[in-house]
């Protein structure tokens, strides 16, 4: 199926990856059609509490880009192109023995989508991907993962998609495996529950359930789980360590539609039963902390071609 335009909470959970959110209500592309997809997107944390002391806050950045082909009626195959960064500070952060345990993060990353329809009814699809998730300055061979997600839809009818689909994925030293459901349900000409997020390295899809005022103005809302883990430079507090940040995000989504090509979202979240950990080069773990709950806003502005 053709990738709807992204919905872009990626910018809330910052490192994202590859399986385009929602599926399209029973619509496939004809044979030659390329689709074209950019996005970029902004994000604050603002200041939170650690449980064992001190605080922290994070701004990141998100650009990404994908390109889709329907090669035959049955068959369509795709490119992902993903940056993000972020930009991380820590005062005097207790478990941490009060120093930053981590400063500036970049994750690019490289996936396909690969669709195949079975039937009219019934879609496959693969999404393997691969990222390089670290602190600026640790070594790229230690800061790899990869995996894929696999995905079974069945179109019920125009207005219902629905599937399953499930994630293995090797970040850096520990394998993921995470299940999740597809929805695309127009449950009225007006509110349709969908999934806001990709499926990928971090997790699943999530639930989103939005409401449309106008061929402009849309507000949805939803929640997801989210963990990310990447690699700390060799010259910090711990050398090739490895860190972590786990969260539930939840969230309210409001959408101006500019056209039917050109959107922007902004969203206000709640990160809830936060918790930051870091481990040593091995993979043991050293030491973590839970945070509050954890206010952020964020600004995707996206087109598709």
Do not use: C
Request: glycine share 10%; charged share 20%; net charge negative.
């Amino acid at each position: 199926m053709s990738p709807r335009p992204s919905t872009a909470f990626a910018v809330l959970s910052a490192l994202l990856a590859v399986v385009p959110a929602g599926q399209a209500l029973a619509q496939t592309a004809k044979p030659g059609e390329v689709t074209t997809a950019l996005s970029i997107s902004g994000l604050y944390q603002f200041d939170t509490d650690l449980d064992q002391g001190g605080d922290f806050n994070w701004s990141g950045v998100q650009a990404s880009a994908s390109i889709t082909r329907q090669f035959t009626p049955e068959f369509a195959a795709g490119l992902t192109l993903r940056y993000d960064y972020q930009d991380w500070k820590f005062d005097r952060p207790a478990a941490f023995g009060g120093t930053a345990p981590w400063s500036n993060l970049s994750t690019p990353l490289i996936g396909l989508n690969l669709s195949y329809a079975l039937s009219p009814e019934w879609r496959l699809g693969l999404n393997p991907a691969v990222e390089w998730s670290g602190e600026s300055g640790a070594d790229a061979g230690e800061s790899l993962s990869y995996g894929a997600v696999l995905s079974a839809t069945r179109i019920f009818s125009p207005d219902l998609v629905f599937g399953v689909g499930a994630g293995v994925f090797r970040q850096i030293d520990e394998t993921k495996v995470f299940p999740f459901l597809v929805v695309n349900w127009k449950i009225t000409d007006r509110l349709r529950l969908g999934n806001p997020l990709p499926a990928g390295p971090a997790g699943g899809a999530g639930l989103e359930l939005a409401y449309a005022f106008d061929d402009r103005w849309e507000l949805g809302g939803g929640g997801s789980y989210r963990s990310y883990r990447f690699r700390l430079k060799d010259d910090g507090p711990v050398p090739d360590g490895i860190g972590e940040n786990r969260f539930f995000p939840l969230f309210a989504r409001l959408t101006y539609h500019f056209d039917r090509a050109t959107r922007a979202d902004l969203y206000a979240a709640a990160f809830v039963n936060g918790k930051l950990t870091v481990a040593r080069a091995d993979g043991s773990d050293l030491t973590n902390d839970e945070y509050k709950t954890a206010p952020a806003l964020g600004l995707t502005l996206s087109h598709r071609f």
